[in-house]
C-alpha cells in the first residue's frame, strides 16, 4: 500500500522561502508513476498545485504559483519536493503530497491540477504565511 508523508511547513514572512518535501514507501515506481502537490485553504476547495510525471519529467503547475514554486523528484530516495519561493499570504494553507499513474505528462497534470482519480494522499503539512 501507498504510504506518502509530508514535512517541511512551517511559519513565514511573506517574500520568504519553504522547501516542502513527500517520502513515498512502498510506491511502485514505474514509468508512468504521476505525482504532485494539492493544497486546502480554511474555508475553501481544494487547489492542485503543481505535478511532475516521471516518465518524461514533465511538469504543470497552477498559474498561482507559476513562476514562484518548483517541483522535483528524487527517485533514488523516493522523495518529492516542492520548492515555494516569494511566498504570499495567500499560498496559506495545508499542503498535500499525491501519487497516481497516467498515460502522459498531460494527463498527470489533469489528475493532479483537477485532484482527480489520486490513488493516495499524505496527511499534510501546514504553511502559513504571514504579511
Known amino acids: 500500500q501507498v504510504q506518502l508523508g509530508e514535512s517541511g511547513g512551517g511559519s513565514v514572512q511573506a517574500g520568504g522561502s519553504l522547501r516542502l518535501s513527500c517520502a513515498a514507501s512502498?510506491?511502485?515506481?514505474?514509468?508512468?508513476?504521476?505525482m504532485g502537490w494539492f493544497r486546502q485553504a480554511l474555508g475553501k476547495e481544494r487547489e492542485g498545485v503543481a505535478s511532475?510525471?516521471?516518465?518524461?519529467?514533465?511538469?504543470y503547475y497552477a498559474d498561482s504559483v507559476k513562476g514562484r514554486f518548483t517541483i522535483s523528484r528524487d527517485n533514488a530516495k523516493s522523495t518529492l519536493y516542492l520548492q515555494m519561493n516569494n511566498l504570499k499570504p495567500e499560498d496559506t494553507a495545508t499542503y498535500y503530497c499525491?501519487?497516481?499513474?497516467?498515460?502522459?505528462?498531460?494527463?498527470?497534470?489533469?489528475?493532479?491540477?483537477?485532484?482527480?482519480?489520486?490513488?493516495?494522499w499524505g496527511q499534510g503539512t501546514l504553511v502559513t504565511v504571514s504579511s
Open positions: 499525491a501519487a497516481t499513474v497516467a498515460m502522459s505528462g498531460a494527463v498527470c497534470s489533469s489528475k493532479i491540477l483537477d485532484g482527480s482519480d489520486l490513488d493516495a
Open positions: 512502498k510506491y511502485a515506481y514505474y514509468g508512468n508513476t504521476c
Open positions: 511532475i510525471y516521471r516518465s518524461d519529467g514533465t511538469t
